[in-house]
């Protein structure tokens, strides 16, 4: 690093973590050359603190605040000695920086400087990967409702983060359009389509019985007319009658009927996908194995040459028990028919092959009892490692109107849409309300508070933050001409300007820490204390001044801010409105 590089970076908290660390690996080699940076809650903390010290005197036998005060000294005197103040040693061994004002103001600066692309590629490039993400993934049987809108919003935000931190990212829907749900559904669709046509045939008792069927079979009318009337007239009224081939071919329509609809859904969600993939097509092409073939016939080969699979019972199993599951799982059922688990494993395999380093799936809380086959699978699969998958189990979702939750079944229609709620309450709300909690917390949507406009309304409340911002420097001389570092002059930074530069200088780190933790609700949280504390700072500190230093420092902070806030917003899918 040059020079100049090891300057520039000490104005930025994770620049901060590096520099200090060489200065301790200089004290302790071998050590980390990264420390941890922190910003303490109070001001007589310092500016940042770090508790490296505290960690490697413990494993190296040092006294650590000994070492905390040699780490100061040394970091102080040397590449801190044009940003820090002062430092004091506090607790069993924390070292807290006082930052100078030139500090503050070349913070600002930077992040001025970088603009959107502040917090971009903070995983360090030795640790991207190639990820694969699967997220949604309903059924082609119904309409995608409020809990999908979770999966959709959450998914999409860690793509979003993923790719911003770094990495590369393929967001993929895997269609399950094969298997027993799909045939009651081509059940259902056949008879309503008959019912359309003025015969009577009853859905089946566990078929799908929501109304938005009948949308799909007065469209399938528009498309084929009366193609197949007779057959479901010779078998009125009872549907299991209709010949299968004419089941299968409605059900093709129908899938391809509500993927279209899904695909328009998710696109007003701005949920966009790179790959489609068919389950139905993972049992397609190539020699078979076992009588299947495709990817499955694939992996029941790789499997029976890994000694992995054995037959008991009229069926196939796989050994799960042998890596850790509670009991082994049948792949092939006694009547011939794959169980899902076997689609699943086909799956997965076709992904490894692809060449992706990391898959991650995003699935419903229904799906918790999977994980342990699942990781089973990996192992007993080469490359035998389970940690190359990830699941992310979500929670539900409850939709509160005057306070009072709605039930939903997709089965019996009793549903909201995903298109229902964006007509309600807007795609920026809906995007940022299904975020606001952790994957694996229950949250609850309060249509009353997502419509309101108010600073009760967090997405109200953030969104008016980056308008104002918007209208301040609209009205300024210089507009919104980014200000260099020479325009700050040596203007004294007052401590509600320092407050919102740390903010400011915390979104890296927020960024990092939601990618590592599959968090994107960590940067809703971050956009909230982000947008109070420019509310703060433009309540107390007036832009527009007689002192052009201070007036031209502050439209800084204020364009760090705006650049900031948006940046934020769009990795959650919001909008950044310039005026509201």
């Not at 903070?122 to 409020?146: A, M, Q, W, Y």
């Not at 071919?249 to 609809?261: T, Y």
């Not at 001389?477 to 004294?492: C, H, I, L, N, R």
């Not at 930074?493 to 919102?500: A, F, K, Q």
Request: aromatic share 8%; glycine share 10%.
């Amino acid at each position: 690093m040059s020079e100049r590089d090891d300057h520039e970076e000490l104005y930025g908290l994770t620049g901060l973590g590096r520099s200090l660390g060489r200065a301790l690996a200089e004290l302790v080699p071998g050590e980390p050359a990264t420390a941890e940076v922190t910003l303490p809650p109070k001001a007589e903390f310092g500016d940042v603190s770090t508790p490296v010290a505290l960690a490697v005197a413990r494993r190296v036998g040092r006294n650590p605040r000994e070492l905390a005060a040699e780490l100061g000294e040394r970091w102080c005197s040397g590449p801190g000695a044009a940003v820090c103040a002062r430092f004091e040693v506090a607790g069993p061994g924390f070292l807290n920086l006082f930052l100078n004002d030139a500090w503050y103001r070349e913070a600002t600066r930077r992040v001025v400087a970088l603009g959107g692309d502040h917090g971009r590629d903070v995983v360090p490039p030795d640790e991207r990967r190639k990820i694969n993400v699967e997220f949604v993934s309903v059924n082609p049987t119904g309409p995608l409702h409020v809990g999908h809108a979770r999966y959709a919003s959450m998914g999409d935000a860690l793509c979003r983060l993923l790719g911003f931190a770094g990495h590369q990212v393929t967001r993929e829907f895997y269609v399950n359009d094969f298997g027993t749900q799909m045939v009651k559904f081509g059940q259902s669709l056949t008879a309503r389509y008959a019912q359309r046509l003025g015969i009577d045939i009853e859905v089946p008792a566990d078929g799908y019985l929501g109304d938005y069927l009948l949308e799909v079979a007065d469209r399938l009318i528009d498309e084929v007319g009366e193609r197949y009337r007779p057959a479901v007239a010779a078998a009125a009224p009872d549907v299991s009658r209709v010949p299968v081939e004419v089941v299968d071919e409605i059900k093709a329509w129908g899938r391809d009927a509500i993927l279209g609809r899904f695909r328009a859904t998710l696109g007003n969600l701005r949920v966009p996908f790179d790959v489609w993939k068919s389950e139905a097509s993972l049992y397609e092409g190539g020699p078979a194995h076992r009588g299947f073939a495709g990817e499955v016939g694939k992996v029941l080969l790789e499997l029976d040459d890994e000694g992995e699979l054995f037959d008991a019972d009229g069926a196939v199993w796989l050994r799960t028990t042998d890596y850790g599951d509670d009991k082994d799982r049948v792949l092939v059922r006694q009547t011939g028919a794959p169980t899902y688990f076997l689609s699943d494993i086909a799956y997965h395999r076709d992904k490894m092959d692809r060449g992706f380093d990391h898959l991650i799936d995003v699935w419903g809380a229904d799906h918790h009892g999977y994980v342990p086959r699942m990781k089973a699978m990996f192992t007993a699969l080469p490359p035998h490692d389970p940690d190359r998958l990830e699941l992310i189990i979500g929670q539900l979702v409850n939709l509160l109107e005057s306070g009072v939750a709605r039930r939903m079944s997709k089965r019996r229609g009793d549903i909201v849409t995903v298109d229902d709620l964006i007509e309600a309450i807007g795609v920026d709300a809906v995007r940022f309300f299904m975020v606001a909690r952790s994957h694996d917390s229950t949250l609850d949507l309060d249509l009353d508070l997502a419509v309101e406009q108010s600073s009760k309304n967090p997405v109200y409340y953030v969104q008016y933050a980056h308008a104002r911002i918007c209208s301040v420097l609209a009205n300024l001389p210089q507009g919104d001409t980014a200000p260099d570092a020479a325009s700050f002059g040596e203007v004294a930074v007052g401590p509600y300007e320092r407050n919102l530069v740390r903010t400011l200088a915390r979104f890296p780190l927020v960024v990092l820490e939601a990618v590592e933790r599959r968090g994107p609700h960590r940067v809703h949280a971050y956009l909230g204390e982000l947008a109070a504390e420019f509310h703060v700072f433009y309540r107390n500190c007036r832009v527009l001044t007689d002192e052009p230093d201070v007036t031209a420092f502050r439209a800084g902070l204020c364009m760090a801010t705006r650049t900031t806030l948006a940046r934020g917003l769009e990795l959650l899918g919001v909008s950044a409105p310039q005026s509201m």
